[in-house]
């Protein structure tokens, strides 16, 4: 299957600044990459969804000036936690897709952010 | 957000049993995913199924499409003790391009 990764593996930063997690889709191009957090043992919830050259689909509930995301190239997302508070420690995963002519594909993860706020 | 229903939340088996579980959503999906997450990693891909009744395997995995469209099965035989994770089921809905993730399946095999 297509590799994605997801740097950090784990993050631990002071309440009120900010920390950006990068995604990358190593051998294949994403048009589109999503976001999600998940709690633990709960599933993974989607935060936003982030198309290649345009402005990010965020969910109802996800503050979209608080979670930055940016998608500037077809095999690379950001997302920028801002002024994180200790709520905001969770697992942060990506996924990316291959949208080929509207047919279905696949979406593979990458292995995930651990966020810590202290 | 939208889940589906996936069951059982946990299983305890021994190993060498086979292991049965589903999902089950309320619309008609397009498209059926079964992943395994393990402590502090993503989810990685085991199964990818597109057309109803479709029934693929991968080693001792097993999972079909259901021909309703609104469910699907993953069956591991003979488990071993690294099988030991959360399986998630995902699905796409007809007309949509985001998949919505099963509540997952704690499987803990015991040696």
């Known amino acids: 299957g297509a590799v994605v990764s997801q740097h950090p593996s784990w993050v631990i930063c002071k309440s009120g600044t900010s920390v950006k997690i990068e995604c990358r889709s190593l051998d294949f191009q994403a048009t589109t990459m999503f976001w999600y957090r998940q709690f633990p043992k709960q599933s993974l919830m989607l935060m936003a969804t982030?198309?290649?050259?345009?402005?990010?689909?965020?969910e109802q509930g996800v503050e979209k000036d608080k979670f930055l995301i940016n998608h500037a190239s077809l095999t690379l997302s950001t997302l920028t936690v801002t002024s994180a508070h200790p709520e905001d420690s969770s697992f942060y995963i990506c996924s990316a897709r291959e949208m080929r002519g509207g047919l279905n594909t696949e979406a593979f993860f990458g292995q995930g952010t651990r966020l810590t706020v202290v | 957000g939208q889940q589906l229903n996936q069951s059982p939340q946990s299983m305890f088996i021994q190993e060498g049993e086979d292991v049965s579980m589903n999902c089950t959503s309320s619309s008609i999906f397009n498209t059926w995913l079964w992943y395994k997450q393990e402590p502090g990693e993503g989810p990685v891909l085991l199964i990818a199924?597109?057309?109803?009744?479709e029934l693929t395997s991968n080693g001792r995995l097993t999972a079909q499409f259901g021909i309703t469209r609104k469910d699907s099965f993953l069956n591991i035989s003979a488990s071993i003790p690294s099988d030991v994770g959360i399986y998630f089921c995902a699905g796409l809905p007809s007309g949509t391009y985001k998949y919505i993730f099963g509540t997952g399946t704690r499987l803990k095999v015991l040696a």
């Open positions: 982030s198309n290649e050259g345009s402005k990010a689909t965020y």
């Open positions: 199924l597109y057309k109803a009744g």
